[in-house]
């Protein structure tokens, strides 16, 4: 009996050396898995993060004024009976094989020779293609739409108006015109001023610039590599310079969106939102 007592001493041992090998092994593969994983998040681009944002900004287009409970300062109005901004002109025709057309095209209603000029440059872009597309004599289909969104921030007015156009077989154009105005000085904001106000960092915005369009324009050539017609971004344009950002809006809770509506000038529905929060 006593000599079989070193043996199962021994057999103990073992037993306590292989259960701390599995126990050493499985926290080493837990650890290098941790690793892995934060690996892998810090490489993978916010793809989902960014498609929600877009979204968003895309929803936000509900052809009115919010005011987000700001009181208003008393302005001088040319329409009284109607609030800061409204739509003023509202078409939905349709002619078979033809057109067409769901538009509302709304207008800033301050008396103010500034404003005057905006009203006028929002007619000329969108009310007058409505005009054209029905004289059209061209033989294919073509869809427009317009809608706009505005919102006040304090004493900032900021209205953004979209448009798509659909012409026949080619590519659907999207159309992103912004305009920022301060209620109280009676001036147009352009994005220093904006920026001012919200207290950026030029240097902190610039960089999420720069993320943003280059994470947009690597998904765009893996699509161009695959064949596929994109929009393809030229990264070292001088537009993606924050000081040469003409294009923002100053929206829901405050949030600024710095928009590149490719559609203004090329026929795509390309857009890069970076929303600055």
Same mark, same amino acid.
Request: aromatic share 10%; glycine share 4%.
């Given at each position: 009996?006593?000599?079989n007592?070193?043996?199962?001493?021994?057999?103990?041992?073992?037993?306590?050396?292989?259960?701390?090998?599995?126990?050493?092994?499985?926290?080493f593969?837990?650890i290098?898995?941790?690793?892995?994983y934060q690996?892998?998040q810090?490489k993978t681009?916010?793809?989902i993060?960014?498609?929600k944002e877009?979204?968003? %900004?895309?929803?936000?287009?509900n052809?009115?004024?919010?005011? @987000? =409970?700001?009181?208003?300062k008393a302005?001088?109005? %040319?329409n009284e009976?109607?609030k800061?901004v409204?739509?003023?002109d509202?078409r !939905?025709?349709?002619?078979?094989g033809?057109?067409?057309?769901?538009?509302k095209i709304?207008?800033?209603?301050?008396n103010?020779?500034?404003?005057t000029n905006?009203d006028? +440059?929002i007619?000329d872009?969108? !009310? +007058?293609?409505?005009?054209?597309?029905?004289a059209?004599?061209? @033989?294919?289909?073509?869809?427009?739409t317009v809608?706009y969104?505005?919102?006040i921030?304090?004493n900032?007015?900021?209205?953004?108006i979209?448009s &798509?156009?659909? +012409?026949?077989?080619?590519?659907?154009?999207?159309?992103i015109?912004?305009?920022?105005?301060?209620?109280? &000085?009676? +001036?147009?904001?352009?994005?220093?001023?904006?920026?001012s106000?919200? !207290?950026?960092?030029?240097?902190?915005? @610039? =960089?999420?610039i720069?993320?943003v369009?280059?994470?947009?324009a690597?998904?765009?050539q893996?699509?161009i590599d695959?064949?596929?017609?994109?929009?393809?971004?030229?990264?070292s344009?001088?537009?993606?310079k924050?000081?040469?950002?003409?294009n %923002?809006f100053?929206?829901p809770d405050g949030?600024l969106?710095?928009?590149?509506?490719?559609?203004?000038n090329?026929?795509?529905?390309?857009?890069?939102?970076v929303?600055?929060?």
């Open positions: 009996m006593l000599n007592m070193p043996i199962n001493d021994e057999k103990e041992d073992k037993k306590r050396k292989i259960m701390f090998i599995i126990i050493g092994v499985v926290c593969i837990s290098v898995l941790a690793i892995v690996i892998i810090l681009p916010p793809v993060k960014e498609e877009i979204v968003e %900004f895309k929803t936000i287009f052809n009115e004024l919010n005011e @987000q =409970g700001y009181p208003i302005l001088e109005k %040319f009976d109607k800061i409204y739509t003023l509202e !939905k025709e349709k002619s078979d033809k057109y067409d057309i769901d538009v709304p207008i800033i209603n301050i103010n020779h500034e404003i905006i006028k +440059e007619e872009t969108f !009310k +007058e293609k409505i005009d054209n597309i029905m059209s004599e061209e @033989q294919y289909e073509i869809i427009y809608e969104t505005a919102y921030n304090e900032i007015l900021s209205l953004a979209k &798509t156009l659909k +012409e026949g077989i080619k590519a659907q154009r999207v159309i015109k912004t305009y920022t105005y301060n209620m109280t &000085t009676n +001036e147009v904001i352009d994005i220093d001023e904006m920026m106000i919200k !207290k950026l960092n030029k240097a902190t915005v @610039q =960089g999420e720069n993320r369009v280059s994470e947009n690597k998904q765009a893996s699509l695959l064949g596929y017609k994109v929009y393809e971004r030229n990264l344009d001088e537009m993606y924050i000081e040469n950002v003409s %923002f100053y929206g949030a969106y710095i928009i590149y509506a490719y559609g203004n090329s026929y795509t529905s390309e857009l890069d939102i929303p600055i929060i």
